[in-house]
Nanobody, 121 residues
Framework: QVHLVESGGGLVQPGDSLRLSCVAS????????VGWFRHAPGLEREFVAA???????SIFADSVRGRFAISRDNENTVNLQMNSLQPDDTAIYYC???????????????WGQGTQVTVSS
């Protein structure tokens, strides 16, 4: 069984940066796409970004485009670099594995437990 584990969350001030990592462990990770989603209290789960297996294609939500970057170190590790963080970015961030580069949560069938990101002065 494959598990996804997120790390790198924390408390930062507006304008700061954070780098989240998603590592797949266990059996061979065969999903072609790794996506990041976030869930803030009182709001629906929101797509953030996704990257394909070879890193050749990435997609971003409008709310983070230009501030966030996604990269794939290898087939088991995906990073989300978050710059110019704002209070609206506060949420639990989840990585997920799927086979289509899409913003639809239903297309991802493997999810991590999440890591908390809090942006506050």
């Amino acid at each position: 069984q494959v598990h996804l584990v997120e790390s790198g969350g924390g408390l930062v001030q507006p304008g700061d940066s954070l780098r989240l990592s998603c590592v797949a462990s266990g059996r061979t990770f065969t999903r072609d796409v790794v996506g990041w989603f976030r869930h803030a209290p009182g709001l629906e789960r929101e797509f953030v970004a996704a990257v394909t297996k070879n890193g050749e294609r990435s997609i971003f939500a409008d709310s983070v485009r230009g501030r966030f970057a996604i990269s794939r170190d290898n087939e088991n590790t995906v990073n989300l670099q978050m710059n110019s963080l704002q209070p609206d970015d506060t949420a639990i961030y989840y990585c997920a594995g799927g086979n289509l580069p899409t913003d639809r949560p239903s297309a991802y069938d493997l999810w991590g437990q999440g890591t908390q990101v809090t942006v506050s002065s």
